[in-house]
């Protein structure tokens, strides 16, 4: 994209207007299906754990017995969505190591879109700091609004891979995607107006559809793909606003701002 002019092409009611909207929507709807298809893939993570349990129980007798209620009370105290969104709040950014490492398969896609969220959370976190202390020019409040929506949305959506997570008696992410934070963290050193923020917001929010879109070809699980599903329509919300706050068409587009039919997944992670 190359828009060189240094103001947004929305107006503050517009933005207002929005974001209002886009915050209803997360709390009406794709708030509560994500909760409910993550409670249905906690579900089968516990049936899984029982029918384990219950075949170790018919082969080890009575000490086969404790050490799978054992396992099963550990299971269920672990933390849930709220404890996970309290996790993902604070995030480190990382430029090495891999968050999937030792997992597979649908765990596996479930780290990384937790680290991609994560990247999410720590640049709108860094914008906001920025913009509130005058770093980047005069900033609108309705944009400073925005981004603090979209990064109480990206905090549920990282909230819910890290209690798939935990869950599963692994470790929550509470890095961000080392792959990309390095190309995020120079773009973001190169922002010195709202224009350039918006642009680069727009980058992670096409980034972040994409590669949900691109995962559910990959998942395993059908609550897997229920939980990417519900998710990748509100990052594409967000791109969608942030091409209308930069004046551009608000939808699927080439990277000439061609409109496309069909979301394009060239940008996935």
């Known amino acids: 994209m190359k828009i060189r002019r240094q103001e947004i092409a929305a107006s503050e009611a517009e ?8 915050s209803q929507i997360h709390l009406d709807e794709s708030l509560p299906a994500l909760k409910s ?5 906690h579900e089968g993570i516990r049936s899984g754990l029982q029918r384990a349990t219950s075949r170790r129980m018919f082969l080890l007798g009575a000490g086969g017995a404790l050490a799978g209620a054992g396992m099963l009370a550990a299971v269920g105290s672990m933390p849930g969505f709220a404890a996970a969104a309290a996790t993902s709040a604070t995030v480190t950014p990382a430029t090495s190591g891999n968050p999937e490492a030792g997992l597979s398969g649908d765990l596996a896609v479930a780290a990384l879109a937790a680290s991609l969220e994560n990247l999410a959370i720590y640049t709108y976190q860094s914008a906001i700091t920025a913009a509130t202390a005058g770093k980047l020019g005069t900033v609108p409040p309705a ?12 905090t549920d959506h990282a909230a819910a891979w890290n209690s798939l997570l935990t869950e599963s008696g692994k470790t929550a992410v509470t890095v961000t995607d080392p792959k990309l934070t390095p190309t995020i963290q120079a773009a973001f050193a190169k922002v010195t107006n709202v224009t350039q923020l918006g642009e680069l917001a727009l980058t992670l929010e096409n980034t972040a559809a994409q590669t949900y879109q691109a995962e559910a070809s990959m998942l395993k699980s059908k609550k897997a793909v229920q939980v990417a599903s519900t998710i990748a329509p509100v990052e594409a919300q967000h791109a969608a606003i942030l091409y209308f706050v930069l004046g551009m068409y608000p939808g699927s587009q080439s ?9 394009p997944t060239t940008m996935a992670a």
């Open 255 to 263: 990277s000439s701002g061609t409109p496309l039919a069909f979301n």
């Open 15 to 22: 933005i207002d207007a929005m974001t209002k909207d886009l």
């Open 37 to 41: 298809s993550v409670s249905e893939w």
């Open 143 to 154: 944009v400073v609004t925005f981004a603090q929506t979209a990064l109480s949305q990206h």
